[in-house]
């Protein structure tokens, strides 16, 4: 009787040890999902990407900003240098070829 019940003692053992196993591996695959789902939902991005995106998208506004700025000065400096060039009648042949030269010139709208 005594080898039976060694035995039995050792089946539950070797049992408790596959169980164990068992678990370790269910909350890995349980780990893994919940980590995919959380990636799956931030569209795959960190926090810390997330971020980084987000001052990215930030700075190409004011460098936007900038740009428009820059240019409605220069469309104010060439309007007001055509009407002094304008107001003084010598100049007139010169201010029109440097109208005409300003708009044969290719406009760079790429933003290099």
Do not use: Y
């Not at 304008?86 to 760079?108: E, H, M, T, W, Y």
């Amino acid at each position: 009787m005594e080898g039976v019940a060694h035995e039995m003692k050792k089946l539950f053992a070797w049992a408790n040890e596959i169980d164990l196993i068992f678990a370790i591996v269910c909350a890995t695959f349980l780990l893994a999902f919940i980590t995919l789902a959380i990636l799956i939902t931030r569209g795959g991005r960190s926090l810390e990407t997330k971020a980084v995106l987000d001052a990215i998208d930030e700075t190409r506004t004011q460098l936007g900003n900038v740009d428009s700025r820059i240019e409605q000065n220069h469309r104010f400096v060439g309007n007001w240098l055509r009407r002094l060039l304008a107001r003084f009648g010598f100049l007139d042949d010169a201010a029109q070829s440097a109208v005409n030269d300003i708009k044969k010139r290719p406009r760079d709208d790429d933003g290099d």
